[in-house]
């Protein structure tokens, strides 16, 4: 999954992950222990810890859900 998404380009220094079993598991742990990357974590149970992805979904939610009639 890690590959696939850096694929083409630089390997990153940093990344932010949540509290999600899956980023706890030690295969990712050494996978980004042997990469050199550092994590971070984000704060459990705010919502706000990611500021630019909370507004793209409120954008999207603004733009195309309010307007969509079901």
């Keep these: 999954m890690f590959n696939d998404a850096i694929r083409g380009q630089a390997t990153p220094r940093h990344l932010s992950t949540d509290h999600d ?7 990712w742990q050494a996978h980004l ?6 994590e971070i974590k984000t704060v459990p149970h705010v919502p706000l810890s ?3 992805v909370e507004r793209l979904i409120g954008t999207i939610r603004r733009e195309f859900l309010d307007h969509v009639l079901f």
């Design 50 to 52: 990611h500021p630019f």
């Design 21 to 27: 079993p899956l980023f706890e598991a030690h295969r």
């Design 33 to 38: 222990r042997v990469l050199e990357i550092d």
